[in-house]
């Protein structure tokens, strides 16, 4: 038996979160799996507020009950979001589960998490009291912690509309389908007439959150192709002593190596 | 191929596509009882208390004490107990039973009850052991000389690990009262007449007071030959001390982690070699047989019997030893103690091949057996062995020869490639004279006055085709359309003891009766007459008779083959290998449903590949299995290997149906071999000694690579 409310707007799904204890339910992929029995789920996945993905002419905006055969479907969302979240499990569970849930489940290993990471992507975040808009690496407070309010619901993903488009992506899992990410990595490089006007580099499955060092990426900005070549091996070396991965799956070590040969990778791939 | 060989719809087919098969967990009757088991915390630890809080009316808690027979179950040398004794010796073997109507209360009951134990020295680690629960040695020709006169003498030491069976449905058993004392137990089962035995004795009750069922039964590997046993006495003794039905099926960690699986091995090979041939092999096999005996005996046996390979090794000296450990008892798993062997025969094989400058492909071939030669047990290979045939049907698919030289050259990408070839037997039925001294399988054919004929045996379909192939066996030999053959779901108050459904061998032997029984049937039949037609087993004439004291003899009656290629990638950056193509021959005599016996080589050869690459898992040091569940317990998926390709060699065996020998086990047996040669390859040529090998283990490699 499972209990649950099944509001059909935002404004009923918001009175109903704030009026009773209620587990924010997408897809279920995860919670089903906890299978918890005392719990009252509020199911968000046919709010349409939430559903759609719409480029406002600032961001791209993905609602968070769209599931991620949807966001594969759509032509608007950057590819490089699309090559993480292909890799999410198996078509089944693709068409199921949502990319707030994604976000709300609160794993590091999560697919989509990493790209919305390197992405600098924000969260706006709705209750009855009013709405915020948090940046990602904010909402993500530690493992399985997240900024978010008892009264509050994930209600869309601001992605930047460019800037993605020169990146480098591996997810590494035990196997090539529904397989959680023992490790992934995610690089973007944005060039200007030659010079680094951005430059973003995320990790995913090594730490309780997802990883990224802006001040580490500060010491390319600004920089010509050749002057971040001379860097490099600083470069390496800061994310070097800034990395230190939990032992799960796979070995502390394994994580290590694996985290700075993609780094290489990444760099080889940008010529740098 | 004959006409027999044509596809049909599989029997079974409908009833499970539609969800209309009837499995132990569909039974939906309100008083029937859950039973969970009170797993041991501890791998090895005196039992002091077992503290069970005041039970709510219509619950109970049943152990040692409840079991109104012997509390050891049958399987070969019956040490396992049914419910535990003074002491526990591995994480998870059972102390007792709650039962209740409801799941969850039953469940809150069991993480009530307070366990006080005595902590006993855990022992993990096969080398560290003193008890060796058998130890078998195989001798042949003068190994001393051979050592004595070689040029060159090898030693290696090759370890496997453990590996799931990983079959969909998970264990489950129900017991039933019945009127006049009677208890009637039905589940997911292989072997019907194993678990009456078992139940029998544990209960204490006569053969006729007892009947086994088994349902529809979603896969067993191996993994449902002895645990529905121990399983299904537990039920049974809750059962008969409550008064009510009792079921029992497991989750799948509480599968994953306390149910037997593939033996881990620990091989060493001391190879001599003279003038560029293997004239010796002392060979010391040591298989984890876990906490009790089980199976370990006759999984051994096979292990050790196969352990120089499909090669003429003129003198052999093979040492084997279950070691007892505080693990869950390791049992059957397709293959039976061959992958674990044949893996380290053809790695060390390969190694010295290349340490010679012989590609090891040649080197193989150079010694492999044939027809007439002496097996390892100096028993006789009757037929043909066509390996070289089987290798040239394989080349021209996959250019194994060709891609062999072209990624022996110098690699330096971030991805690098490799092949391998494996070559394997898997002799068909049961070792030695099992089928004559223990099993003596009993069939019948039952024809209705209407004309419809009952085939009559123990033998279970748990997915692998049985339900379909038996009938059209006797449909052939009856000229009769297959629709008018019956064969249902056994049960033992109804069916003669034909054998169990183990070791490759109901097509062959089973199948080979009812051929017997049909040919008769036909020559007797008279419509519109009810008829029973009985056959019993005939051990073949042409056979050494095997002793298991020395073990000489013939250990099979014939052999299975195959020969398999692996081709995989390895990305350097992360260690993942991906394995660009699989192609296996494989021969087991005249497929009776072609369909079927692809679907079985496709199966198990996916099994050996993920046995050799990512299925890891490993008891720590206090003896507790971790992984234990699908995102930690890795099984390959169709995405893993996209590219598998299967095709059939037949060399027909004249004493099984329409020349059918063994299939089920034979594609699990061989792919190591192959997988291992090409990560060794992609590795430029680094010799490697254990599987499964993971991505971890290859950035190790590299890393040792490079600093030498």
Same mark, same amino acid.
């Given at each position: ?16 979160? @704030? ?59 950057? *590819? ?32 989509? &998490? ?55 992506? *591996?997810? &590494?899992?035990?196997?090539? @389908?529904? @397989? ?12 200007? !007439? ?15 959150? &997802? ?28 994310? !070097? ?27 080889? !791939?940008?010529?740098? | ?12 087919? $409908? ?145 496997? #690990? ?24 039905? %589940? ?40 529905? $046993? ?22 799948? /960690? ?48 096979? %292990? ?32 039976? #103690? ?5 893996? $380290? ?8 091949? /290349? ?16 027809? %007439?030669?002496?097996?390892?047990? $100096? ?16 080349? /021209? ?16 990408? /971030?991805?690098?490639?490799?092949? %391998? ?288």
């Amino acid at each position: 038996m499972v209990n649950g409310y099944m509001p059909l707007s935002l404004k009923e799904a918001l009175e109903l979160r @704030a009026a009773h204890e209620l587990v924010p339910y997408g897809g279920g992929t995860d919670l089903m799996i906890e299978g918890e029995k005392d719990v009252c789920y509020l199911f968000v996945n046919k709010i349409a507020e939430m559903k759609k993905i719409v480029d406002d002419g600032q961001y791209l905006r993905i609602g968070a009950s769209c599931t991620f055969t949807e966001v594969l479907d759509s032509p608007l969302v950057p *590819q490089l979001m699309k090559e993480a979240v292909s890799r999410i499990a198996a078509p089944a569970i693709r068409n199921a589960g949502t990319m707030a849930g994604n976000i709300g489940n609160g794993s590091a290993k999560a697919d989509s &998490v990493l790209i919305e990471y390197v992405a600098g992507a924000k969260l706006r975040l709705v209750s009855v009291r009013g709405e915020r808009v948090v940046p990602i690496e904010a909402f993500y407070k530690g493992r399985k912690e997240l900024d978010l309010a008892k009264d509050e619901l994930i209600v869309e993903i601001l992605l930047p509309r460019t800037g993605l488009e020169n990146y480098f992506y *591996q997810k &590494v899992g035990a196997r090539n @389908a529904l @397989a959680i990410s023992r490790l992934s990595f995610a690089g973007v490089l944005h060039l200007e !007439d030659g010079v680094i006007r951005d430059i973003a580099v995320a990790f995913g499955a090594v730490a309780n959150t &997802v990883l990224r060092f802006r001040d580490i990426e500060h010491m390319l900005i600004g920089k010509t192709i050749a002057e971040a070549k001379k860097e490099r091996a600083a470069f390496i070396a800061a994310y !070097d002593a800034a990395i230190n991965p939990t032992r799960g799956r796979v070995s502390a070590e394994y994580r290590k190596a694996v985290c700075l040969n993609l780094l290489r990778a990444f760099l080889d !791939d940008k010529g740098i | 191929m004959g006409q027999i060989s044509g596809s049909v719809v599989k029997r079974d087919h $409908s009833t499970k596509f539609s969800g209309a098969a009837i499995y132990v967990g569909d039974y939906m009757e309100s008083d029937i009882l859950t039973g969970k088991i009170l797993h041991s915390q501890k791998a090895h630890a005196k039992l002091i208390e077992v503290k069970v809080p005041e039970l709510p009316a219509g619950y109970y808690y049943v152990d040692r004490r409840d079991v109104p027979g012997d509390n050891n179950v049958n399987i070969v040398k019956d040490d396992m107990p049914v419910f535990a004794r003074e002491t526990v010796e591995y994480i998870g073997e059972a102390i007792g039973m709650v039962c209740g109507p409801d799941e969850s209360m039953v469940e809150h009951i069991l993480s009530a009850i307070e366990v006080v134990y005595e902590d006993l020295p855990v022992v993990t680690d096969v080398l560290k052991s003193d008890t060796a629960f058998f130890d078998y040695t195989i001798t042949k020709g003068d190994i001393d000389k051979a050592f004595k006169e070689a040029d060159k003498v090898y030693e290696e030491v090759f370890e496997t #690990g453990f590996q799931d069976q990983t079959y969909l449905e998970t264990q489950g058993m129900m017991a039933e009262p019945q009127a006049e004392g009677r208890v009637f137990l039905h %589940g997911s089962l292989q072997c019907p007449y194993y678990v009456l035995n078992a139940v029998t004795r544990a209960l204490g009750l006569p053969r006729e007071k007892v009947h086994i069922a088994q349902d529809a039964t979603g896969g067993g590997f191996g993994g449902k030959e002895d645990y529905p $046993s121990i399983l299904g006495c537990q039920v049974g003794v809750a059962a008969v001390a409550t008064g009510h039905k009792v079921r029992c099926i497991f989750g799948r /960690r509480e599968d994953l982690e306390f149910t037997p699986k593939k033996h881990p091995s620990h091989n060493t090979y001391k190879v001599a070699v003279k003038d560029g041939r293997v004239t010796a092999m002392d060979v010391d096999v040591i298989f984890n047989g876990g906490a009790y005996t089980t199976l370990s005996a006759v999984v051994l046996q096979r %292990g050790i019997i196969c352990a120089n390979g499909v090669y003429d090794v003129p003198n052999l000296h093979i040492r084997g030893r279950a070691i007892k450990t505080n693990t869950v008892p390791s049992g059957a798993y397709r293959g039976f #103690g061959g992958p674990q062997t044949f893996v $380290s025969v053809e790695m060390v094989m390969d190694h010295i091949a /290349r340490d010679l400058g012989i590609r090891p492909l040649e080197f193989k071939l150079k010694h492999l057996v044939k027809k %007439g030669d002496s097996t390892s047990t $100096s028993g006789k290979y009757h037929f043909d062995v066509p390996i070289v045939e089987m290798v040239e049907e394989l080349d /021209r698919i996959c250019d194994y020869r060709k891609k062999r030289e072209m990624y022996a050259k110098p690699q330096t990408g /971030r991805y690098r490639r490799g092949i %391998g070839l494996s070559m394997c037997f898997h002799g068909a039925g049961f070792t030695g004279s099992g089928e004559r001294d223990f099993i003596k399988a009993v069939v019948r054919l039952k024809k209705s006055a209407d004309g419809m004929v009952t085939i009559l045996i123990s033998n279970t379909d748990m997915g692998q085709g049985l339900r379909t192939i038996m009938p059209k066996i006797v449909a052939k030999e009856l000229d009769l359309p297959l629709t008018q053959i019956i064969y249902e779901y056994p049960d033992t108050d109804f069916v003669p003891d034909s054998g169990p459904t183990v070791a490759s061998r109901s097509t062959m032997v089973v199948g080979e009766l009812l051929c017997q029984a049909a040919k008769r049937l036909r020559a007797e039949w008279q419509d519109g007459e009810e008829q029973m037609i009985e056959e019993h087993y005939k051990h073949p004439e042409f056979l050494i008779p095997f002793s298991l004291d020395d073990f000489k003899g013939d250990a099979y009656p014939t052999y299975s083959w195959l020969v398999n290629v692996i081709e995989l990638e390895i990305d350097t950056y992360t260690g993942r290998p991906q394995v660009l193509g699989a192609y296996g021959c494989f021969d087991v005599g005249t497929p009776i449903d072609y369909n079927i016996v692809v679907g079985q080589m496709e199966g198990g050869f996916l099994q050996s590949i993920g046995y050799a690459s990512m299925e890891y898992m490993t008891a720590d040091k206090t003896g507790r299995i971790r992984n234990n569940s699908f995102s930690d317990y890795i099984i390959p998926t169709a995405m893993d290997v996209p590219n598998l390709k299967v095709i059939l060699h037949t060399v027909e065996y004249p004493e099984g149906p329409y020349g059918a020998k063994g299939a089920g086990e034979l594609p699990a047996v061989g792919a190591p071999g192959a997988y291992m040669e090409a990560v060794e390859q992609a590795l430029e040529s680094v010799d490697l000694h254990h599987i499964p090998f993971t991505a971890e283990d290859v950035l190790k490699s590299l890393e040792e690579a490079e600093k030498k």
